[in-house]
């Protein structure tokens, strides 16, 4: 991979956008790069969390423009290609935005598809589209309206300012700022206590919120019920509660192997 760098470990994979000297601008090769990547991904199951994050000091600016006008060559991307957001919201496992840096445009709509957003405090956003005369891509509209309210994500498309990471995490768009200096150790704790979960009740508490999307009250709890009833079959289940009486941690067999 020419774009992007990806490595796993100990549950957690980390998907690392890797164009430093252009603040990882995107080209359609790491749109293809990424997308491929998280397909493979989706299907893994020694890979229980993803964190997408960025090489040096920029998360995403969205498209390389300098790229796109220099006519540089570029790597035909299909339409599914464009289902990044969809691969990173949907995926089975649970996935972790580290935005160390400008975060906007294609980017943001990257960040936004995930299920947990963290960002270094210099970190600054914007949906950027208009000021290039472009209605968007990436899922924004759908995924942003989920997190701040329709009014406000209307406002941050149609009028694109620049803010910074105390006004998202104020509006409900990131959850947490880290200093710099311990941005890395923050991410790399955050994706631990998740990989140290019970795989399958990782799993399943994210369908839960997929469902929770496209489903009625009724139809969802009676989905819900279902697979609670299921899970406190598990023997994850009766150590979880053996662990619990006994204050010590879990070990979960699932986790093994």
């Known amino acids: 991979m020419e774009t992007i760098r990806f490595e796993a470990a100990d549950g957690i994979g980390t998907l690392t956008l890797n164009r430093p000297d252009r603040m990882n601008g995107m080209t359609t090769g790491m749109l293809v790069e990424t997308h491929d990547c998280l ?11 993803v964190v997408l994050t960025g090489e040096g000091r920029g998360f995403c600016p969205g498209a390389d423009l300098k ?18 957001p969809v691969l990173l919201h949907d995926m089975p496992q649970v996935t972790v935005a580290a935005i160390n840096g400008a975060c906007a445009g294609a980017g943001l709509g990257w960040a936004l598809a995930c299920d947990l ?3 270094t405090r210099p970190a600054t956003f ?26 406000k994500a209307r406002e941050l498309y149609f009028l694109p300012e620049k803010f910074h990471a105390d006004e998202a995490q104020a509006m409900g768009l990131i ?9 890395r150790e923050e991410i790399s704790a955050v994706a631990k206590r998740l990989a140290s979960s019970s795989p399958g009740a990782l799993a399943t508490m994210k369908q839960n919120f997929l469902d929770a999307e496209r489903l009625d009250l009724a139809d969802y709890v009676a989905v819900e019920t279902k697979r609670h009833q299921e899970r406190m079959r598990h023997e994850d289940v009766a150590e ?18």
Request: hydrophobic share 45%; charged share 25%.
């Open 126 to 151: 914007s949906s950027a589209f208009l000021k290039v005369a472009v209605a968007g891509d990436m899922g924004g509209p759908w995924t942003l309206s989920r997190l701040v309210g329709a009014a």
């Open 117 to 119: 957003r963290f960002a």
């Open 240 to 257: 979880a509660f053996a662990a619990f009486v006994e204050k010590r941690e879990p070990k979960f067999k699932s986790l093994e192997g």
């Open 39 to 49: 397909q493979d991904v989706a299907g893994r199951s020694d890979v229980r969390v």
């Open 67 to 84: 790229a796109r006008v220099a006519g540089e060559t570029a790597v035909p991307a299909e339409s599914h290609h464009y289902n990044v």
């Open 175 to 183: 959850s947490r700022v880290f200093d710099d200096e311990v941005f």
